[in-house]
């Protein structure tokens, strides 16, 4: 570990703008703390507390200059690494001539600062599906320095211990964080990390830094806000696809989509075309898409999950069932963000427990 | 099921859409007609390879891409032929297409027909409506390799005679197909007077090809509901789940398992279909709006 003071995380920033990356960082905007480009220290919230529950966030500006005591907003990497909106190619039509012209790769180099172990777990899970298969993806990832910082006051709606990614980083990063009384120690992850650490000259952190260091993730994951029992979850979710407690959630579900835009790995997107009004000139783009629609299933005999249960059985089960024989891995990290921005407050852990709660349960109809 | 990583070779013939020019379209049957197509860059076309029962994208620049497997014969991949019925925004634009015109090719994509899983028994090919497009590559290639296999029965059933897919050359090829020791028949649900076959569902038409279920290979192909019924039939007949492969439907924008959208339970069925055996999908397909 390295020490780091307050200074130095100034300096960081501007050594990272320096070697020409955009600098994404944590700064309150709109009542919420999101991640945008940050130029310096002092664009990070300081002194901001989060509130959060179901269906509620707020901050709180308690005036103390401690910039990293909050959880988390609604951004993650993902709006960076997996843009909403990209352009996957272009077609020239003209004199009966027709060329398709793939996107040049991006160009950006982000260095993220204040990625919390949910994220950084986040970005892994990501990479398992588009490292291969999406050149533009890797592109922005391999580019990108990876900044976390761990938490010391989890939201009430995070469970992230519960998911094995935090509350401490341990995987993903270049450079982690953990804010102390004064300053903060610093873990290189990788050589990329480790390059930053020699070209900041930090200095070793003393063993009382370390300790203190080691105790705020201790600490924080005894607040942490929720838990869910994890324990033979994929079996558990696949033998109750006909439970009743799809029905009674479909009751309260808006199917609005609110949490897989804010859920860190969701992945699914559309693929739309754009024509100019010409006629001479086409785009084909992504868009991020939510299985919580009717036309996201939409075969030529109709759409093939009209219910508001079947999309978030679908939702669900694939977040903590489908994805681990897919990827090999949970899709959910835990970092709680669904059950914060969902307006009517609807909790993935209660789901899972009422689930588990009465195993086995099948709706009336089908048992007919 | 093991998670299969698409690799990058896949990805650069699959995400680069190649251009195509529209040769011919035929109709083949109600609001559907055939859609010829050749890749215009001349080496893409001397290499490109597909396998019975893929899916190409197949897009219109400037109005989308749609998912369609091709229909016409694995050996001769220079004209691709695309079996389409016309009744969303992009199928609909395909009507307005013309001898000339270019439309965007992506693919193949998917797991095949097992053909050569079906070798040394009997091959039991089973379509309904649309889905005699998917098997028809399966059926080409059966007839080019006949000598491999005991018997062939391949059944079709759809609603009515005008549903009935490539009617016009059904004709001429049941009887080729007689020449070359292959059994048809032939069902409609509901027929006209003009209709010289069984009126019936597919599946009433099994007692007629007196199928033997310990040497039969079975690969079904249509709407869902018809599936479900013609695969559960065929293992009443007592032929091994393990050897019932059916083709599912579902939305599709990318092809490469990226997209989400074709999920169904743990599978991508762009990736992992769109044919599955019986034993993988049998338990999900039970489920409504899975």
Known sequence: ?368 | MTAVAVSEAEVLAGVAPRIATVRRIVEAAFETSTYWVTLDDPVDRAAYRFRPGQINMIGIPGVGEVPISVSSDAALPGRLGHTIRSCGKVTNRFRALKPGDKVTIRGPFGRPWPVAEARGGDLLIVAGGLGLAPVRPAIYEAIRTRDMFRRVIVLVGARGPEHMLFRRELEIWLHWMRFRGIEAHLAVDVADDAWPYTEGLVTSLYPKADIDPKVTTAFTCGPEIMMWFAARGMVKLGIPERRIWLSTERNMHCGVRLCGHCQLGPYFVCADGPVFRWDEIGHLMGVEEL
């Not at chain 1, 009751?251 to 992945?267: D, G, K, Y």
């Open chain 1, 1 to 368: 570990m390295f020490s780091l003071d307050r200074d130095g995380l100034d300096r960081l920033l501007r050594l990272l703008a320096d070697q020409g990356y955009e600098v994404v960082g944590p700064t309150v905007r709109d009542g919420a703390i999101v991640l945008d480009r940050i130029d310096g220290i002092a664009d990070l919230p300081a002194g901001v507390r989060e509130e959060q529950g179901p269906a509620t966030y707020g901050i709180v500006r308690t005036g103390d200059g401690r910039l990293f005591d909050w959880a988390h907003g609604p951004d993650s990497g993902k709006r960076f690494l997996f843009p909403p909106r990209e352009v996957l190619s272009a077609t020239r039509i003209a004199n009966g001539d027709t060329a398709v012209m793939p996107a040049p790769l991006p160009d950006v180099r982000y260095a993220f600062l204040g990625l919390r172990a949910c994220d950084l777990a986040a970005i892994e899970v990501q990479d398992r599906v588009f490292m291969v298969a999406d050149p533009a993806y890797r592109q922005r990832r391999e580019a990108a320095v990876l900044i976390g910082v761990n938490c010391r006051l989890p939201g009430s709606t995070c469970f992230c211990s519960s998911m094995g990614s935090g509350p401490r980083c341990t995987i993903g990063f270049d450079l982690v964080l953990t804010e102390l009384e004064d300053g903060f120690t610093v873990e290189a992850g990788t050589a990329r990390g480790e390059g930053l650490v020699a070209a900041l000259g930090l200095a070793d952190s003393t063993p009382d830094e370390e300790a203190a260091s080691l105790a705020v993730t201790t600490q924080a994951e005894g607040r942490m806000g929720r838990t869910l029992d994890t324990s033979d979850l994929p079996d558990l979710l696949y033998r109750n696809r006909e439970h009743p407690r799809w029905d009674e959630v479909a009751a309260r579900c808006l199917t609005c989509t609110n949490c897989t835009m804010v859920c860190p790995t969701c992945f699914c997107h559309d693929v739309v075309e754009t024509v100019s009004i010409t006629g001479d000139a086409a785009e084909r783009s992504r868009e991020w898409a939510s299985c919580f629609t009717e036309e996201f299933s939409h075969t030529a005999a109709g759409a093939v999950r009209h219910s508001a249960r079947s999309r978030y059985r679908q939702w669900l089960s694939h977040k903590f069932a489908a994805w681990i024989d897919q990827f090999g891995m949970s899709g959910c990290v835990g970092c709680g963000r669904c059950i914060t921005w969902c307006p009517v407050g609807i909790d993935v852990t209660e789901e899972v427990a009422a689930i588990r709660a009465t195993d086995g349960a099948v709706k009336e109809e089908v048992r007919a």
